[in-house]
């Protein structure tokens, strides 16, 4: 059985930082994309950042480069987003996502599409206050 567990969101200040986790079982970690998105209320899901299974480059979404940095750990089949700089804005429900393919999407999908992913966590809260 395929699972992503995410954990690491909480009520933060304006300014601070988060480590977000997933750990991910079921699957062959390193031959998976894996990476995070992320969704507001009333807002489309957002893809904030994804590590290439065919590459290992890392990418992020302009709302988040440069305070947002995603890594993993094959031994431990998981992935990190480490946050910091966080505005209420970044309040969200956090999402991890795997793929067989080689890229997640980033940004906000364009005419009310939704990014498609092979697997999903349940997701995790972060609120951000100001």
């Known amino acids: 059985e395929v699972q992503l567990v995410e954990s690491g969101g909480a009520l933060v200040q304006a300014g601070g930082s988060l480590r977000l986790s997933c750990a991910a079982s079921g699957f062959t970690f390193d031959a998976y994309t894996i990476g995070w998105f992320r969704q507001a209320p009333g807002k489309a899901r957002e893809g904030i950042s994804y590590?290439?299974?065919?590459?290992?480059?890392?990418h992020y979404a302009e709302s988040v480069k440069g305070r947002f940095t995603i890594s993993s750990d094959n031994a431990k089949n998981t992935v990190y987003l480490q946050m910091s700089g966080l505005t209420p804005e970044d309040t969200a429900v956090y999402y991890c996502?795997?793929?067989?393919?080689?890229?997640?999407?980033?940004?906000?999908?364009?005419?009310?599409?939704?990014?498609?992913?092979?697997?999903w966590g349940q997701g995790t809260q972060v609120t951000v206050s100001s």
């Open positions: 996502a795997a793929d067989d393919g080689p890229a997640l999407g980033i940004g906000t999908p364009h005419n009310g599409a939704t990014w498609y992913a092979n697997y």
């Open positions: 590590i290439s299974n065919s590459d290992r480059r890392k």
